[in-house]
């Protein structure tokens, strides 16, 4: 792959020199029906070109999509070279359960594995842990531990958790996930690169010290980027929507607009030293591709 170096560089090209220090990673979402089956796999493909760290597989809200999370990370594992890590949560079974699911994970050859508390069930208005259940996230990871070697990756939130009371007890909670033994965090997205840089500045004085992994959601669609931000607690700023103000009816415009967006938002992540992008991809491998295209990140056709 070639990658290319500071984009502010005073030769006026936005791209400079070539650099081979960039990893990046992809995150899909099980499908629901055969068409969706059908998306999922053709953007697993092409992107599988860019030779990312690994790709990981999403858990729906109280453990909704468990079955079809396992066979997409087992189907991925077997078809492709990628290195599959799976989402697991905490909510709706009991630690029992969910050790099952670690330890089929481990038999299959799945050795990563992304930690989350996991949303409220359906039609819940807050978490709930399972009475038997683990609690947490933290209490989550340490019980993967016990079960085996894994790598194990959890959530970060530079602009704090809707369920945490203050910025202190948010740091604290993901201490406590590292503590437990995950080996990195994955950010949740946000927009501002100042935002990310006073998140590390945050979890240095609290001795976190695992890579913080920025984790980049690509906007296609603005009123459903508002509804995952109210959810999870990120800001939306206004000149983002101002971006994407009178593109409702124009799909291809406000994809160029987003892969623009995004590949700027990683530009500024890099000149800062990021070298790990994540990106959200929502099955949407052309609008990722586009993106790592333009951060010099050159993809190797594979013969199938």
């Known amino acids: 792959m070639a990658h290319f170096k500071d984009p502010y560089s005073r030769s006026g090209s936005l791209f400079a020199e070539p650099v081979k220090d960039v990893n990046v990673s992809f995150e899909f979402f099980p499908p629901k029906t055969p068409k969706m089956e059908e998306t999922l796999w053709s953007s697993v493909q092409t992107l599988e070109e860019l030779n990312p760290a690994f790709v990981s597989v999403t858990y729906g809200?109280?453990?909704?999509?468990?079955?079809?999370?396992?066979?997409?990370?087992?189907?991925?594992?077997?078809?492709?070279?990628?290195?599959?890590?799976?989402?697991?949560?905490?909510?709706?079974?009991?630690?029992?359960?969910?050790?099952?699911?670690?330890?089929?994970?481990?038999?299959?050859?799945?050795?990563?594995?992304?930690?989350?508390?996991?949303?409220?069930?359906?039609?819940?208005?807050?978490?709930?842990?399972?009475?038997?259940?683990?609690?947490?996230?933290?209490?989550?990871?340490?019980?993967?531990?016990?079960?085996?070697?894994?790598?194990?990756?959890?959530?970060?939130?530079?602009?704090?958790?809707?369920?945490?009371?203050?910025?202190?007890?948010?740091?604290?909670?993901?201490?406590?996930?590292?503590?437990?033994?995950?080996?990195?965090?994955?950010?949740?997205?946000?927009?501002?690169?100042?935002?990310?840089?006073?998140?590390?500045d945050h979890c240095g004085s609290y001795g976190i010290d695992v890579p913080i992994v920025p984790g980049i959601l690509p906007v296609t669609n603005f009123k459903t980027l508002n509804n995952f931000a109210e959810s999870c607690g990120a800001n939306v700023p206004k000149w983002l929507g101002d971006m994407f103000e009178g593109l409702d009816d124009r799909p291809q415009t406000r994809t160029l607009v987003a892969a623009s967006i995004a590949a700027e938002q990683c530009r500024r992540l890099y000149a800062g030293g990021v070298r790990d992008f994540h990106f959200y991809t929502l099955n949407r491998a052309e609008l990722a591709y586009a993106i790592c295209h333009m951060l010099g990140i050159r993809g190797n056709r594979i013969e199938r």
């Open 61 to 200: 809200a109280g453990g909704s999509t468990r079955e079809r999370t396992h066979n997409t990370v087992k189907r991925i594992l077997e078809e492709t070279s990628l290195k599959p890590a799976a989402h697991l949560t905490c909510v709706g079974a009991s630690k029992d359960e969910v050790d099952g699911v670690v330890r089929d994970y481990y038999e299959a050859g799945v050795k990563s594995i992304v930690a989350l508390r996991g949303d409220p069930a359906e039609g819940a208005n807050c978490y709930t842990p399972h009475p038997s259940g683990y609690k947490n996230a933290a209490d989550l990871v340490a019980g993967i531990r016990r079960v085996g070697d894994f790598d194990i990756s959890v959530a970060a939130y530079p602009e704090q958790h809707p369920d945490s009371g203050t910025l202190a007890a948010d740091l604290e909670n993901l201490k406590q996930k590292i503590e437990a033994g995950a080996n990195r965090a994955i950010t949740q997205f946000f927009f501002e690169a100042d935002t990310y840089f006073r998140f590390l």
